[in-house]
């Protein structure tokens, strides 16, 4: 929480998330994948304007998929490594999707990762860990740290 006037008010996380345009194997398996992303923060927008190529997006966190098992559950529970996992067996040999998520909580908190999902394999980027590692680098400090979130 942060105090403004004396008065004591929450601070909520503002995020977003956004891929960029990639092609599938499997249109109609992919729409159903995106229909069972969570957010947190309201549905995940498909982007079909660039067919064949797709994309998605949305606002707050991407959580994962809710599995098509717990879908009609009351308090169904998204699980990202699903999402991965769903997504790479619709992907193409030759191609990549990237996830760049964003936010902050007022000014105490910015964060960022990107995850890169390929059909054999993915990767996760934390935004404050990787520019830590390049501020080293540059120092030619291993040792070098600082605080990004107060």
Request: net charge negative; proline share 3%.
């Amino acid at each position: 929480c942060v105090f403004k006037g004396g008065k004591r008010i929450m601070a909520n996380y503002i995020g977003v998330f956004r891929s960029n345009y990639f092609q599938v194997t499997d249109e109609e398996k992919f729409k159903g994948i995106v229909s069972r992303m969570s957010s947190g923060e309201g549905p995940v927008t498909l982007f079909t304007e660039r067919a064949p190529y797709y994309g998605f997006g949305g606002d707050g966190s991407l959580s994962g998929v809710v599995s098509e098992d717990d879908a009609e559950s009351d308090f169904p529970e998204a699980d990202f490594d699903l999402m991965v996992q769903e997504l790479q067996d619709i992907l193409p040999d030759d191609e990549a999707i990237i996830i760049m998520s964003a936010g902050h909580e007022k000014f105490r908190y910015v964060s960022g990762w990107t995850c890169i999902i390929t059909k054999d394999g993915y990767d996760y980027i934390d935004m404050t860990e990787s520019a830590k590692e390049k501020a080293k680098e540059l120092l030619k400090n291993e040792d070098w740290d600082t605080l990004c979130e107060y």
